[in-house]
């Protein structure tokens, strides 16, 4: 259950091929932005790793979009 907890889970019932790009976009989206805030607060060079982390938000939002209900891009 901590997966589930942990990842975005949405509503709407998806095929399982769909599941694993989700969980890699959305793992990736979460250590990116431990990264970028990690080196926000220790106030190191964050360009490359927001530009990162802006990217992969954007890719998230597109494969809920797409893939997903559109409900989803609220919580």
Known sequence: MIPLYLFHVTAVAHSEGL???????????????????YKLFTQKKVGLAGLL??????????LIAIF??????LG
């Open 53 to 62: 982390f802006v990217i992969t938000l954007v890719i998230n939002y597109i």
């Open 19 to 37: 599941l694993l790009p989700f969980l890699i976009c959305n793992a990736f989206v979460v250590i990116s932005g431990i990264v970028f805030m």
């Open 68 to 73: 997903g209900d559109p409900f989803d891009l």
